[in-house]
Protein backbone atom coordinates (compact mmCIF):
# COMPACT_ATOMS: atom_id res chain seq x y z
CA UNK A 1 0.00 0.00 0.00
CA UNK A 2 1.43 3.06 -1.28
CA UNK A 3 1.58 6.27 1.48
CA UNK A 4 1.75 9.55 0.37
CA UNK A 5 3.29 12.63 2.33
CA UNK A 6 2.96 15.79 2.15
CA UNK A 7 5.74 16.56 0.22
CA UNK A 8 4.19 14.28 -2.79
CA UNK A 9 1.78 16.79 -2.91
CA UNK A 10 2.47 20.56 -1.80
CA UNK A 11 5.00 22.72 -3.07
CA UNK A 12 6.97 24.90 -0.34
CA UNK A 13 5.12 26.79 1.67
CA UNK A 14 1.82 25.51 0.05
CA UNK A 15 -1.47 25.05 2.27
CA UNK A 16 -3.75 23.58 -0.45
CA UNK A 17 -3.34 21.99 -4.06
CA UNK A 18 -6.20 21.12 -6.57
CA UNK A 19 -6.19 18.91 -9.16
CA UNK A 20 -8.06 17.54 -11.78
CA UNK A 21 -7.88 13.83 -13.11
CA UNK A 22 -9.07 12.77 -16.08
CA UNK A 23 -10.26 8.80 -15.59
CA UNK A 24 -7.94 6.34 -14.45
CA UNK A 25 -8.20 3.82 -11.25
CA UNK A 26 -6.48 4.42 -8.06
CA UNK A 27 -5.04 1.64 -6.22
CA UNK A 28 -5.55 1.53 -2.44
CA UNK A 29 -3.19 3.87 -0.56
CA UNK A 30 -3.26 6.52 2.99
CA UNK A 31 -1.90 10.07 2.77
CA UNK A 32 -1.27 12.03 6.04
CA UNK A 33 -2.73 15.11 4.74
CA UNK A 34 -7.01 15.82 4.32
CA UNK A 35 -8.53 15.14 0.86
CA UNK A 36 -11.47 16.46 -0.78
CA UNK A 37 -12.94 14.63 -3.54
CA UNK A 38 -15.35 16.19 -5.96
CA UNK A 39 -16.93 13.95 -9.09
CA UNK A 40 -17.17 15.81 -11.92
CA UNK A 41 -18.23 13.36 -14.57
CA UNK A 42 -19.01 9.96 -15.26
CA UNK A 43 -19.18 7.44 -12.21
CA UNK A 44 -17.36 5.28 -10.32
CA UNK A 45 -16.62 3.22 -6.97
CA UNK A 46 -14.61 4.82 -4.06
CA UNK A 47 -13.41 2.72 -1.27
CA UNK A 48 -12.75 3.96 1.71
CA UNK A 49 -11.54 2.12 4.79
CA UNK A 50 -12.78 -0.98 3.01
CA UNK A 51 -16.20 -0.11 2.10
CA UNK A 52 -17.18 0.39 -1.13
CA UNK A 53 -19.17 3.25 -2.26
CA UNK A 54 -20.83 4.10 -5.69
CA UNK A 55 -19.92 7.78 -6.72
CA UNK A 56 -21.44 9.66 -9.89
CA UNK A 57 -21.05 13.22 -10.88
CA UNK A 58 -22.09 16.41 -8.45
CA UNK A 59 -20.73 13.72 -5.02
CA UNK A 60 -17.95 15.52 -3.09
CA UNK A 61 -16.00 13.03 -0.48
CA UNK A 62 -14.45 14.50 2.63
CA UNK A 63 -11.27 11.79 3.25
CA UNK A 64 -9.40 12.33 6.42
CA UNK A 65 -5.96 11.46 7.06
CA UNK A 66 -4.52 8.23 7.78
CA UNK A 67 -7.88 6.63 6.06
CA UNK A 68 -7.22 3.63 3.47
CA UNK A 69 -8.62 5.12 0.05
CA UNK A 70 -8.70 3.70 -3.43
CA UNK A 71 -11.18 3.62 -6.55
CA UNK A 72 -11.90 2.12 -9.58
CA UNK A 73 -13.14 4.41 -13.05
CA UNK A 74 -16.89 3.79 -14.67
CA UNK A 75 -18.28 5.72 -17.82
CA UNK A 76 -15.31 7.91 -17.94
CA UNK A 77 -15.26 9.62 -14.04
CA UNK A 78 -13.09 12.26 -14.12
CA UNK A 79 -12.88 14.28 -10.79
CA UNK A 80 -11.11 17.27 -8.57
CA UNK A 81 -8.89 16.58 -5.91
CA UNK A 82 -8.63 19.53 -3.25
CA UNK A 83 -5.75 18.59 -0.99
CA UNK A 84 -5.31 20.49 2.62
CA UNK A 85 -2.58 20.42 5.18
CA UNK A 86 -4.50 19.52 8.61
CA UNK A 87 -2.30 22.19 10.44
CA UNK A 88 -3.81 24.47 8.06
CA UNK A 89 -7.48 23.38 8.63
CA UNK A 90 -6.50 24.10 12.66
CA UNK A 91 -4.89 27.41 12.33
CA UNK A 92 -6.78 29.15 9.36
CA UNK A 93 -9.67 27.20 7.98
CA UNK A 94 -11.29 27.41 11.79
CA UNK A 95 -12.76 29.43 13.82
CA UNK A 96 -15.38 29.66 16.85
CA UNK A 97 -17.98 30.68 14.31
CA UNK A 98 -17.25 27.54 11.81
CA UNK A 99 -15.55 25.00 13.95
CA UNK A 100 -18.71 22.96 15.02
CA UNK A 101 -19.69 22.80 11.11
CA UNK A 102 -15.82 21.65 10.05
CA UNK A 103 -16.22 18.99 12.84
CA UNK A 104 -19.63 17.99 11.80
CA UNK A 105 -17.77 17.43 7.57
CA UNK A 106 -15.07 15.75 9.14
CA UNK A 107 -16.96 12.86 11.26
CA UNK A 108 -18.88 11.96 7.72
CA UNK A 109 -19.45 8.31 9.37
CA UNK A 110 -21.94 10.09 11.49
CA UNK A 111 -23.24 11.85 8.74
CA UNK A 112 -24.16 9.02 6.96
CA UNK A 113 -25.90 7.36 9.36
CA UNK A 114 -27.84 10.13 10.06
CA UNK A 115 -28.85 10.83 7.27
CA UNK A 116 -29.39 7.20 5.71
CA UNK A 117 -27.93 6.74 2.93
CA UNK A 118 -25.00 4.55 2.04
CA UNK A 119 -22.11 6.77 0.85
CA UNK A 120 -20.24 9.14 2.73
CA UNK A 121 -20.96 12.00 0.42
CA UNK A 122 -22.30 15.35 0.00
CA UNK A 123 -24.63 15.14 -2.92
CA UNK A 124 -25.41 17.99 -4.97
CA UNK A 125 -27.52 18.29 -8.13
CA UNK A 126 -29.21 21.23 -10.44
CA UNK A 127 -28.14 25.05 -9.79
CA UNK A 128 -26.37 23.73 -6.70
CA UNK A 129 -23.72 21.55 -8.81
CA UNK A 130 -23.13 24.63 -11.15
CA UNK A 131 -22.16 26.74 -8.86
CA UNK A 132 -20.13 24.34 -6.93
CA UNK A 133 -18.47 22.96 -10.75
CA UNK A 134 -17.63 27.32 -11.01
CA UNK A 135 -15.62 27.12 -7.83
CA UNK A 136 -13.75 24.06 -8.43
CA UNK A 137 -12.50 25.89 -12.15
CA UNK A 138 -11.57 28.67 -10.58
CA UNK A 139 -10.01 27.10 -7.71
CA UNK A 140 -7.77 24.92 -10.53
CA UNK A 141 -7.16 28.18 -12.69
CA UNK A 142 -6.08 30.06 -9.59
CA UNK A 143 -3.41 27.17 -8.37
CA UNK A 144 -1.88 26.05 -11.83
CA UNK A 145 -1.25 30.08 -12.54
CA UNK A 146 0.44 30.90 -9.08
CA UNK A 147 0.45 34.05 -9.10
CA UNK A 148 0.87 36.75 -6.37
CA UNK A 149 -1.84 36.33 -3.55
CA UNK A 150 -2.67 32.76 -5.06
CA UNK A 151 -2.61 31.22 -1.24
CA UNK A 152 -4.97 33.96 -0.51
CA UNK A 153 -7.79 33.35 -3.05
CA UNK A 154 -7.65 29.39 -2.86
CA UNK A 155 -8.44 29.70 0.91
CA UNK A 156 -11.19 32.31 -0.18
CA UNK A 157 -12.41 30.06 -2.89
CA UNK A 158 -12.10 26.90 0.05
CA UNK A 159 -14.49 29.03 2.25
CA UNK A 160 -16.76 29.52 0.02
CA UNK A 161 -16.79 25.82 -1.28
CA UNK A 162 -17.25 24.50 2.21
CA UNK A 163 -20.08 26.57 2.29
CA UNK A 164 -22.31 25.19 0.35
CA UNK A 165 -21.47 22.11 1.91
CA UNK A 166 -22.68 23.16 5.28
CA UNK A 167 -25.89 24.07 3.69
CA UNK A 168 -26.09 21.18 2.18
CA UNK A 169 -25.74 19.25 5.36
CA UNK A 170 -28.05 21.17 6.89
CA UNK A 171 -30.57 20.67 4.49
CA UNK A 172 -30.99 17.17 5.41
CA UNK A 173 -32.24 18.96 8.98
CA UNK A 174 -30.99 15.90 11.42
CA UNK A 175 -27.51 16.99 11.01
CA UNK A 176 -26.34 18.65 14.26
CA UNK A 177 -22.74 19.46 15.38
CA UNK A 178 -23.71 17.52 18.47
CA UNK A 179 -19.85 15.10 17.47
CA UNK A 180 -18.41 17.76 19.42
CA UNK A 181 -19.23 15.47 22.32
CA UNK A 182 -18.20 12.18 20.52
CA UNK A 183 -14.60 13.92 19.04
CA UNK A 184 -13.76 15.08 22.64
CA UNK A 185 -14.62 11.69 23.97
CA UNK A 186 -12.52 9.88 22.05
CA UNK A 187 -9.33 12.77 22.70
CA UNK A 188 -9.85 11.84 26.49
CA UNK A 189 -10.03 8.22 25.72
CA UNK A 190 -6.51 8.84 23.84
CA UNK A 191 -5.16 10.98 26.44
CA UNK A 192 -5.92 8.36 29.13
CA UNK A 193 -4.37 5.57 26.96
CA UNK A 194 -0.83 8.02 25.91
CA UNK A 195 -1.01 10.04 28.84
CA UNK A 196 2.51 8.65 29.54
CA UNK A 197 4.17 10.01 26.28
CA UNK A 198 4.61 13.40 25.06
CA UNK A 199 1.86 15.15 24.52
CA UNK A 200 1.59 18.60 22.32
CA UNK A 201 -1.63 21.04 22.20
CA UNK A 202 -1.09 21.26 18.50
CA UNK A 203 -0.90 17.47 18.39
CA UNK A 204 -4.19 17.09 20.14
CA UNK A 205 -5.91 19.73 18.68
CA UNK A 206 -5.48 18.44 15.15
CA UNK A 207 -6.60 15.46 15.71
CA UNK A 208 -10.30 17.09 15.86
CA UNK A 209 -9.32 20.34 13.10
CA UNK A 210 -10.33 22.78 16.18
CA UNK A 211 -7.21 25.78 16.91
CA UNK A 212 -5.68 25.13 19.91
CA UNK A 213 -7.64 28.16 22.10
CA UNK A 214 -10.60 26.69 20.90
CA UNK A 215 -9.88 23.28 21.57
CA UNK A 216 -8.73 23.86 25.37
CA UNK A 217 -11.91 25.89 25.89
CA UNK A 218 -13.89 22.90 24.39
CA UNK A 219 -11.96 20.41 26.59
CA UNK A 220 -11.96 22.13 29.75
CA UNK A 221 -16.24 22.58 29.52
CA UNK A 222 -16.79 19.03 28.55
CA UNK A 223 -14.03 17.28 31.58
CA UNK A 224 -13.77 20.33 34.04
CA UNK A 225 -10.45 20.71 33.86
CA UNK A 226 -7.50 21.94 31.36
CA UNK A 227 -5.52 19.38 29.29
CA UNK A 228 -2.80 19.77 31.45
CA UNK A 229 -4.51 19.37 34.35
CA UNK A 230 -6.33 16.20 32.83
CA UNK A 231 -3.03 14.78 31.83
CA UNK A 232 -1.32 14.92 35.05
CA UNK A 233 -3.98 13.33 36.82
CA UNK A 234 -4.00 10.48 34.83
CA UNK A 235 -0.40 10.18 35.45
CA UNK A 236 -0.32 10.01 39.06
CA UNK A 237 -3.52 7.50 38.43
CA UNK A 238 -1.35 5.37 36.79
CA UNK A 239 2.12 6.13 39.29
CA UNK A 240 -0.26 5.05 41.91
CA UNK A 241 -1.43 1.57 40.74
CA UNK A 242 2.65 0.93 39.95
CA UNK A 243 3.45 1.93 43.52
CA UNK A 244 0.45 -0.69 44.86
CA UNK A 245 1.12 -3.51 42.10
CA UNK A 246 4.86 -3.23 41.45
CA UNK A 247 8.36 -3.51 42.92
CA UNK A 248 9.54 -0.92 41.20
CA UNK A 249 11.49 2.33 42.41
CA UNK A 250 9.99 5.61 42.65
CA UNK A 251 12.19 6.88 40.23
CA UNK A 252 11.55 4.60 37.96
CA UNK A 253 7.38 4.81 37.80
CA UNK A 254 8.01 8.37 37.87
CA UNK A 255 9.75 8.01 34.32
CA UNK A 256 7.79 5.65 33.56
CA UNK A 257 4.10 7.56 33.55
CA UNK A 258 5.84 10.22 31.64
CA UNK A 259 7.76 12.55 34.06
CA UNK A 260 11.48 13.51 33.52
CA UNK A 261 11.68 15.99 35.84
CA UNK A 262 11.47 14.12 39.49
CA UNK A 263 10.73 17.37 41.82
CA UNK A 264 7.27 18.22 39.32
CA UNK A 265 6.36 14.25 39.91
CA UNK A 266 6.78 14.58 43.92
CA UNK A 267 5.36 17.47 43.41
CA UNK A 268 2.14 16.70 41.40
CA UNK A 269 1.68 13.75 43.53
CA UNK A 270 1.51 15.09 46.65
CA UNK A 271 -1.29 17.61 45.16
CA UNK A 272 -3.51 14.52 44.15
CA UNK A 273 -2.88 12.09 47.30
CA UNK A 274 -1.91 14.85 49.68
CA UNK A 275 1.37 12.27 50.61
CA UNK A 276 5.04 11.65 49.13
CA UNK A 277 5.13 8.29 46.54
CA UNK A 278 7.13 6.35 49.30
CA UNK A 279 3.92 7.28 52.06
CA UNK A 280 1.39 6.38 49.53
CA UNK A 281 3.25 2.98 48.72
CA UNK A 282 3.26 2.33 52.65
CA UNK A 283 -0.52 3.29 53.29
CA UNK A 284 -2.00 1.62 50.86
CA UNK A 285 -0.04 -1.96 51.12
CA UNK A 286 -0.90 -1.86 54.57
CA UNK A 287 -4.31 -1.73 54.01
CA UNK A 288 -4.42 -4.06 51.39
CA UNK A 289 -2.76 -6.44 53.59
CA UNK A 290 -5.70 -5.53 55.98
Do not use: W
Not at 81 to 106: C, H, R, V, W
Not at 178 to 194: A, P, S, V
Amino acid sequence: MHHYTENHVFCENENIAVVFHPAHNEEIHIHDFVELVYIAGGRGHQYIDGKKYSVMRGDMLFINLNHTHAFTTDKGMEYYNIYLKPGFISSELINADNAMQMLTLTAFEDFRETVGEESPVVRFSGGEMAEVESCLFAMLREYEHKENGTGTVLQSYLMILLTYVFRKMAAFGGVQPGDTRNKIGDLIQYIEENCTQKLSLTELSEQCFYNPSYFCRMFKAYSGMTITEFIHENRIKRACGLLLHSHKSVEEISLGVGYTNKTLFYKKFREKTGMSPAEYRKKVNIEYEI
